[in-house]
């Protein structure tokens, strides 16, 4: 006489982390003996791990990113601030004027030398802080996606952008080595 194998579908539930629920099939071969559980695991989909690797990738290149990052949420929230409040626009390219004027005049007739000095080694940060005051402030009256204030944004996202990298791939002239002694 022959037995028959009766076999049942358990579904696990979903487990946190990165791994999906496996299924697991219970197989009772009958007559005392133990069942046996056969785990099947989950199998993921080609755009799952497509998503998976991609968001990986940027979570590891991050700090390499950074740039454009800056620019993204820069250029988000001038779109947001342009749709709710192109108001704003005025209140953010008044700035964008006055603070390289008055950079401008404390470089060139403060009475101390020292001010005049640091203002002068203060040039790039003033200037690239009042440029995209500036952009935001027209990208706020006249929206971001205004073609020329896109080119201007992608130009100066991809100047960063290539700037950040540039800065960040310096080696040093001289390898560094241990000092003489012990190390302990």
Not at 39 to 52: C, K, S
Not at 167 to 181: D, F, Q
């Amino acid at each position: 006489m022959r037995s028959r194998v009766r076999t049942t579908k358990v579904q696990i539930p979903r487990q946190r982390g990165r791994h999906g629920a496996p299924a697991a099939h219970v197989i009772d071969l009958g007559r005392g003996t133990t069942p046996l559980v056969v785990m099947i695991p989950d199998r993921p989909t080609l755009t799952r791990q497509l998503a998976y690797a991609t968001g990986s990738a940027l979570w590891r290149h991050r700090a390499a990113w950074a740039p454009s990052w800056v620019a993204l949420g820069l250029f988000a929230a001038a779109g947001l601030l342009s749709v709710a409040a192109p108001a704003a626009g005025v209140v953010l390219a008044v700035p964008a004027l006055l603070v390289p004027a008055g950079w401008a005049i404390v470089r060139r007739w403060h009475p101390r030398s020292a001010v005049r000095r640091r203002a002068r080694a203060l040039r790039l940060p003033v200037l690239l802080a009042g440029a995209v005051a500036l952009w935001t402030g027209a990208a706020c009256l006249f929206g971001p996606v205004n073609w020329p204030l896109f080119g201007l944004w992608a130009a100066a996202t991809a100047a960063g952008q290539a700037a950040w990298w540039r800065s960040r791939r310096t080696v040093a002239a001289k390898p560094l080595t241990a000092p003489e002694g012990d190390l302990t």
